[in-house]
């Protein structure tokens, strides 16, 4: 198998640093992630339409990476580029989660993604790492930024809604992000169907070589959709801490609507938990801090309720919203 292949081939080789980001020792054990707010889906804005929430995060992203050891604090869309910039001062990483919004909306989550995405770039060209991670839509998000973000969208027609296995990239032991994967958790990863896919579209490698990113961005994984187009799973930028992953490691441990049979087997569970695992490890590397305790307890999440929006019949199980610009009921 290419797995197989791949390992032994590559196993031995070096990461080359010339002109990598400075990788910092761990030093930080309270992390605290954002995770970038998106705007309500169609289906959710008639299930609240009196409360005409703004924005909204599925619960399951907050759970990964709680279950990593991070704390989460909302980052809400519409605001100004010093908004962005104050708080990412204070936090150690950045979740681009996936959704289904557009990237044409303003002051939406294209925009408040593109204000993140340059700030994490001037963090890091200064010394300070900062990590950004995107899943599914925030993959796409990530490289049409790299892209100029212009009238035509950088990224292609898919349909893949499925559970996949990854096919490694033949030089993937070198990748910042797969080169400490254990062989168990590789193994699962390239021989069984536990990456959950939901996506109609995708990267695919001409999006990197027709807008000269092969330099900066790294494909580490691929998978081939319902009509046998082969799309980029994994990527990494070759010098930032920024990573991304096409596929949904958060659904296999918290998101359980049947009709979606998401991979629930304890493998699917061991290889996803690894992706954001990584990241928290690498939002550690971030000494970024709130200014006191109190100021943390006003930022994070948990000053918002997770409401249940399965019984909704929602694909989410539980999600947070915010600025409401109608009026809030108590149904819950």
């Known amino acids: 198998m290419e797995y197989f292949l791949s390992v032994s081939i590559f196993i031995f080789e070096c990461i080359s640093i010339s002109d990598a980001i400075y990788?910092?020792?761990?030093?930080?054990e309270r992390p605290i992630i954002g995770i970038l707010s998106q705007e309500q889906s169609r289906y959710l804005h008639t299930k609240f339409p009196v409360e005409n929430y703004t924005s909204y995060i599925a619960?399951?992203?907050?759970?990964d990476v709680e279950k990593s050891g991070a704390r989460v604090v909302p980052i809400l869309i519409g605001k100004d580029r010093s908004y962005y910039r104050d708080l990412m001062l204070k936090l150690n990483g950045v979740l681009f989660p996936g959704g289904a919004t557009y990237f044409n909306q303003s002051d939406g989550y294209a925009d408040a993604g593109q204000h993140i995405y340059e700030i994490a770039q001037e963090f890091n060209d200064a010394g300070d790492y900062f990590p950004i991670f995107g899943t599914c839509l925030g993959f796409q998000l990530i490289i049409i930024l790299a892209s100029g973000r212009g009238p035509n969208e950088?990224?292609?027609?898919?349909?893949?809604?499925e559970n996949l296995p990854l096919i490694f990239a033949p030089d993937f032991r070198t990748s910042?992000?797969?080169?400490?994967?254990?062989e168990d958790i590789l193994k699962i990863l390239a021989t069984e169907n536990v990456t959950a896919n939901l996506h109609q579209f995708c990267i695919l490698d001409k999006n990197l070589e027709n807008y000269y990113l092969t330099k900066d961005w790294r494909p580490t994984?691929?998978?081939y959709?319902?009509?046998?187009?082969?799309f980029i799973a994994s990527y990494e930028h070759t010098r930032y801490p920024f990573y991304a992953v096409q596929f949904h490691p958060e659904k296999s441990s918290f998101e359980w609507k049947r009709s979606k049979n998401y991979p629930h087997s304890m493998n699917a569970i061991k290889a996803n938990r690894y992706f954001m695992d990584f990241f928290v490890t690498e939002c550690r590397k971030s000494t970024h801090s709130f200014n006191n305790e109190r100021e943390e307890n006003v930022n994070v999440i948990y000053n918002y309720p997770a409401v249940p929006t399965g019984i909704l019949g929602s694909a989410h199980h539980q999600c947070y919203f915010f600025e409401p610009r109608g009026i809030v009921s108590s149904r819950f």
């Open 23 to 28: 990788y910092p020792k761990e030093i930080n």
């Open 225 to 230: 959709d319902a009509n046998n187009i082969k």
């Open 154 to 161: 950088n990224r292609e027609t898919c349909y893949s809604f």
């Open 221 to 223: 994984s691929y998978g």
């Open 59 to 63: 619960a399951s992203y907050v759970n």
């Open 176 to 182: 910042k992000m797969f080169k400490d994967m254990n």
